[in-house]
């Protein structure tokens, strides 16, 4: 059904890139979702009102906010759109993490309500009348909600939305919940066993932990998390495929909302070579960049004096040195200043995040270490952070 609505609504809907496309995929499976969850909470609350079974009842109202959630989602996808302007030139992107945010914020808060209520049927239980229309209600719930963690999952993956995702996560553990509703219900036909209020009590923890899974995955984009591995790897390669960009460092990624990436970087060239062919290269690398990942890239140039052999077999026996005090760090724009008493070597030195020494004690180790190895040299070293590596 999704497949056939996409084809009518979306037009060049394999044009993930496009914001107007990606905007088409959240509005139609937000109208979607809500038309959905509405017709699930009103089969679940006449399943609740013909058994009387709180469960169910708390199921129902959880599928209503699912539909409450949607149309936040919807309005998310909608102000996400919006172009740029003076106030906001990269855009409106993280609004879509936002409105993830609070669907993960709603998801928490009705699990607790759910909660609440289920504690208050433990103390004073009121008895379950299972039946079949009941339980059939609740297994097409259970049939609907896997068919929508699964649209909402792929198209979510396709692109690229945080808020699909936690909608994603959300069915998933609806399904579950109410798969334990069902359960419930079943031991009391068979068993006569009423452990109603139980099942609602787990319902309501599947809720809350779902909620706190998607607000996690909402708040880290928030909180500028780090770039996806393939990516780095990806602009790396692609920068280095041309043959006059002899190295890459400096590399960082600034997420402005899903589709709208911009990173810096700079790349390694011999400083004998000609400046308007070089540039001519950056521009291409920068183009390229943009026409693979739809990210805007700018790259500074870092000359290299490739004539001096003297520079890179001490540059080498440096790193080599530094591996000393961490295996992951590496060096750039080196240079040696020699002097009538003295050789400066200066230099970036790039440490993972991960390392939890200031920027103070590790020039003071490095120094410490190059002094024992050099003598008659004096480190000038910049300390950079490794901002492809998380914490």
Same mark, same amino acid.
């Given at each position: ?6 084809r ?80 906001h ?5 993280r609004i879509?993490?936002?409105? =993830? @945010?609070?669907? *993960?914020?709603? #998801? &928490?808060?009705? $699990? +607790? /309500?759910?909660? !609440? ?66 359960l ?6 068979f ?8 099942? =609602? @009590?787990?319902? *309501?923890?599947? #809720? &809350?932990?779902? $909620? +706190? /899974?998607?607000? !996690? ?18 602009i ?64 500074h ?10 520079? +890179? ?13 961490n ?22 030195a ?42």
């Open positions: 059904m999704l497949k056939l609505l996409t009518i609504f979306i037009k060049d809907s394999e044009n993930v890139k496009d914001p107007k496309v990606r905007g088409a995929y959240g509005i139609l499976c937000g109208v979607y979702g809500i038309v959905l969850n509405l017709l699930l909470f009103a089969g679940k609350y006449i399943a609740g009102s013909l058994s009387g079974s709180m469960a169910i009842v708390a199921d129902a109202f959880n599928s209503l906010s699912d539909a409450g959630s949607s149309i936040i989602s919807l309005l998310g996808f909608a102000l996400a759109g919006k172009k740029p302007d003076p106030d030139p990269f855009g409106h992107g879509e993490y936002l409105t =993830g @945010l609070m669907l *993960s914020v709603i #998801i &928490i808060t009705v $699990g +607790f /309500e759910l909660l !609440k209520s289920s504690l208050i049927k433990i103390v004073h239980p009121e008895p379950v009348v299972p039946g079949l229309l009941p339980a059939l209600i609740l297994l097409v719930s259970i049939i609907v909600k896997v068919y929508m963690a699964g649209y909402n999952r792929k198209i979510g993956a396709k692109i690229n939305s945080a808020a699909m995702q936690a909608s994603a996560a959300d069915s998933a553990s609806d399904s579950i919940s109410t798969a334990v509703v069902l419930s219900m079943g031991i009391s036909f068993f006569d066993i009423n452990i109603d209020a139980y099942a =609602g @009590l787990l319902v *309501s923890a599947f #809720i &809350i932990l779902g $909620g +706190f /899974e998607s607000a !996690k995955d909402t708040i880290s984009p928030l909180l500028g998390q780090a770039p996806d591995p393939e990516l780095v790897k990806g790396e390669e692609l920068v280095l495929s041309h043959c006059e960009l002899l190295g890459v460092h400096d590399l960082v990624v600034h997420d402005y909302g899903p589709g709208r990436l911009m990173a810096s970087l700079h790349a390694e060239v011999d400083g004998k070579g000609d400046i308007f062919v070089l540039h001519d290269v950056i521009d291409r690398a920068e183009n390229e960049i943009f026409e693979t990942y739809g990210c805007i890239a700018t790259i140039m870092d000359p290299l004096d490739m004539d001096n052999s003297e520079l +890179f077999t001490t540059r080498r026996e440096i790193t080599k040195k530094l591996k000393e005090l295996s992951d760090v590496t060096i750039h724009d080196f240079r040696m200043v020699p002097g009538t008493t003295h050789t400066n070597f200066i230099f970036d790039v440490f993972p995040v991960t390392v939890r020494d200031s920027d103070e004690e590790l020039t003071e180790k490095i120094q410490a270490l190059l002094r024992e190895n050099w003598p008659d040299c004096c480190a000038v070293v910049k300390i950079d952070r490794d901002y492809k590596t998380s914490l």
